[in-house]
């Protein structure tokens, strides 16, 4: 199993930055595609973004397109998301997570994802 732990969330103003990490143990982070999702007081669990394996692809919500960048740094094992231009409305607590071990593209579904962090808490004020 790999084990995922997010950091650098906290506390921003409306248009500013955060940089999000997504440390991995256990295992490579390369064995897996990996995904950020968010969840905001008393709403469902979004999908932000992911990418794959390699790296080469990458995918965003389009509250997030053109905002948000994720990228991974597997000699590092970690992956992370870089967060421009915040708004109040991405306040969340922000999780990463794997696809299944080997996998190509990145899971369509949430309950495809099999490992995840603990999330990092991210308010963005007005």
């Known amino acids: 199993q790999v084990q995922l732990v997010e950091s650098g969330g906290g506390l921003v103003q409306a248009g500013g930055s955060l940089r999000l990490s997504c440390a991995a143990s256990g295992r490579p982070i390369n064995y897996y595609a990996v995904g950020w999702f968010r969840q905001a007081p008393g709403k469902e669990r979004e999908f932000v973004a992911a990418?794959?394996?390699?790296?080469?692809?990458?995918g965003y919500a389009d509250s997030v397109k053109g905002r948000f960048t994720i990228s991974r740094d597997n000699g590092n094992n970690m992956v992370t998301l870089q967060m421009n231009s915040l708004k109040p409305e991405d306040t969340a607590v922000y999780y990463c997570?794997?696809?299944?071990?080997?996998?190509?593209?990145?899971?369509?579904?949430?309950?495809?994802?099999?490992?995840w962090g603990q999330g990092t808490q991210v308010t963005v004020s007005s």
């Open positions: 997570a794997t696809g299944p071990i080997f996998s190509l593209p990145w899971p369509v579904a949430q309950s495809d994802y099999v490992n």
């Open positions: 990418i794959t394996r390699s790296g080469e692809s990458t």
